[in-house]
Nanobody, 125 residues
Framework: QVQLVESGGGLVQAGDSLRLSCAASGRTFSNYNMGWFRQAPGKEREFVGGISVGATNYADSVKGRFTISRDNAKNTVYLQMNSLQPEDTAVYYC????????????????????WGQGTQVTVSS
């Protein structure tokens, strides 16, 4: 069982930055694929970015603005979000995959078996 706890969301203005954190339980965190997804009102949950053991992958909509990193000593994955825009407004979810490894499995929800509770990010214009 893996527990994920997100933090760092909030209300910011367009152009601002935020850093989300996701603290995970689990002895082998360093082997997990970790992903960030978001869900805006009335929309499906969509892929934002993910990190495997050695690589990252991003949605086109955030590429160049968002950066994912992980600190295996702290069992934590981060989502640094720069140049935020109103269309980035959503609930952001952290996800962990203990079964699938590698960047091929990062982009789709079905390959993740644990989810956090989500943290709200609101960007005003």
């Amino acid at each position: 069982q893996v527990q994920l706890v997100e933090s760092g969301g909030g209300l910011v203005q367009a152009g601002d930055s935020l850093r989300l954190s996701c603290a995970a339980s689990g002895r082998t965190f360093s082997n997990y694929n970790m992903g960030w997804f978001r869900q805006a009102p009335g929309k499906e949950r969509e892929f934002v970015g993910g990190i495997s053991v050695g690589a990252t992958n991003y949605a086109d909509s955030v590429k160049g603005r968002f950066t994912i990193s992980r600190d295996n000593a702290k069992n934590t994955v981060y989502l640094q979000m720069n140049s935020l825009q109103p269309e980035d407004t959503a609930v952001y979810y952290c996800a962990a995959s203990t079964s699938y490894r590698g960047t091929y499995y990062l982009r789709e929800k079905r390959f993740f078996d644990y989810w956090g509770q989500g943290t709200q990010v609101t960007v005003s214009s």
